[in-house]
């Protein structure tokens, strides 16, 4: 990278409520999200981590946002918190000059699901319905409404597409393609997902436990977290408070099954060794799930080669999804810049006594740098390293 990139910016919707405060301050309680489905249908002793926007005039303003489907404003409540939490405004950006990044694992899946079932009956779709069908619905309409013209970019990789979102983000302003961006993820839950993961028999019951011995399998969510990228440079001459800085390194794979995680770390590690050797916190994707919370245990053991740093693992407390890992990213920030550590919901008893892993209380650090792992199923990392101002 050419250039120190500033965090100055954070909005997030998730199930911890609307807002990087709700967000923080439920993180540092222990506080989990996570109850029966309310909008969404659920399994007797399934939970889910539901995103509550209210009135979506508060977020979408113009005409064409009429039939925003919920990815998309999901990402666009994210992003106007975002703009709003750097103390600027759409009409404080060049839009030639600001980018837009956003990230994505199943896109629309709720009306997808409706027309095709329109398709199926009918013979045809409802065309109202197909604009918000394309994987780049959420990018074009948070361009519309913020009145981006910028470079933009609409990526889907699994479980790692907020890293991935951010990544491309900071790499457009560290290059002075542009002069801010704004990056992050989104993703919806529906009713036919749990219930796909239910019949599957890949999700838990009751209050998921990462990295726990205890854990049984994850617990589906919801929301959006968006990143104000700006150059150092820029931060400090507009005078912006600086949450941390981002060192974002290229993404690689290591075998895996192609819908699953690695049989061990060792391969990953020996890629994640140089980066988190100075690292004081490592925010884990762990989700309860026991394939990768023992796939990721058994990595982070051999990535810090003794060193005993805290690991923090935030989807017990939002649930899972594709862009969960751009709420991961959002955490190590956060935590860099508060200089705290937030305990790992549902974790009670780690399985694994070689690694650091926060539970019940929050704990006061100096943090000089943050690692997030983001892994994906298939083998797919890609990390992000969050780094003092």
């Not at 997030?12 to 109850?35: I, K, N, P, Y």
């Not at 197909?130 to 990018?139: C, R």
Request: aromatic residues 4%; hydrophobic residues 45%; charged residues 20%.
């Amino acid at each position: 990278m050419t250039a120190p990139v500033a965090v100055t910016g954070i909005g997030v919707v998730s199930a911890l409520g609307v807002g990087v405060e709700a967000f923080w301050q439920g993180l540092l309680a222990g506080r989990g999200g996570l109850a029966p489905g309310r909008r969404v249908t659920t399994p007797a002793g399934v939970l889910v981590g539901e995103v509550d926007l209210g009135d979506p005039r508060a977020f979408a303003h113009s005409p064409q946002s009429r039939r925003i489907d919920r990815t998309s404003l999901l990402a666009l409540a994210a992003a106007r918190l975002a703009l709003a939490d750097a103390g600027l405004a759409p009409d404080d950006l060049d839009p030639s000059r600001s980018a837009l990044g956003l990230g994505s694992a199943a896109g629309n899946v709720e009306e997808t699901a409706l027309f095709l079932d329109r398709l199926a009956e009918r013979g045809t779709g409802t065309p109202l319905l197909f604009p918000n069908l394309v994987m780049n619905a959420p990018l074009s309409y948070v361009s519309i409404e913020l009145g981006l013209t910028g470079p933009g970019a609409m990526l889907s990789e699994h479980e790692a597409s907020g890293e991935a979102a951010i990544a491309w983000g900071a790499r457009r302003v560290a290059d002075g393609a542009v002069d801010c961006c704004l990056a992050g993820a989104s993703d919806e839950v529906t009713s036919g997902l749990v219930r796909l993961r239910a019949e599957t028999r890949t999700l838990g019951r009751g209050v998921p436990r990462p990295l726990d011995l205890a854990a049984d399998g994850p617990a589906l969510g919801e929301g959006a977290a968006v990143l104000v990228l700006e150059s150092a440079v820029r931060a400090a001459r507009r005078g912006a408070r600086v949450y941390a800085r981002l060192a974002l390194h290229d993404g690689f794979g290591v075998p895996a099954p192609v819908h699953g995680w690695p049989a061990d770390g060792a391969a990953a590690a020996a890629r994640l060794c140089d980066l988190a050797a100075d690292a004081d916190l490592v925010v884990a994707a762990a989700n309860g799930c026991p394939e990768l919370d023992a796939f990721e245990a058994d990595l982070l053991v051999r990535t810090l080669r003794a060193r005993r740093i805290p690991v923090t693992a935030p989807r017990g407390a939002t649930g899972d999804f594709g862009a969960a890992g751009a709420l991961a990213v959002a955490t190590a920030v956060l935590a860099v810049h508060h200089g705290t550590v937030p305990p790992t919901p549902g974790c009670r008893l780690p399985a694994r006594r070689d690694l650091d892993v926060v539970v019940d209380a929050p704990r006061a650090a100096p943090l000089r740098a943050a690692l997030t792992d983001g892994f994906a199923r298939g083998g797919l990392c890609r990390p992000v390293r969050v780094e003092a101002p």
